[in-house]
């Protein structure tokens, strides 16, 4: 599995999770359905969000996106 990173979508069966912001131990993102319209912002460890996306085969549709220039 990939490391998580900033701007990652990864997709399950019924869910899909955006990571907004990985920090040293903390993850913020978004987790719902995948025609949901408004989707809650959520933070936990970067352990249990691994662990989550084990457990769900997740698979990840589109990798993070790079900021070194801006």
Sequence with gaps: MEPL???QVWH????KLQVDMVGKL???YKLGKHNAVRIANSV???S???KFLKKNKA???RAAV???GV
């Design 26 to 28: 903390l993850v913020h």
């Design 48 to 50: 249990n969000i691994e």
């Design 5 to 7: 990173a900033d701007g």
């Design 12 to 15: 399950m069966e019924e869910n």
């Design 66 to 68: 790079s900021a070194k």
């Design 44 to 46: 936990s460890s970067k």
């Design 59 to 61: 698979v990840l549709v």
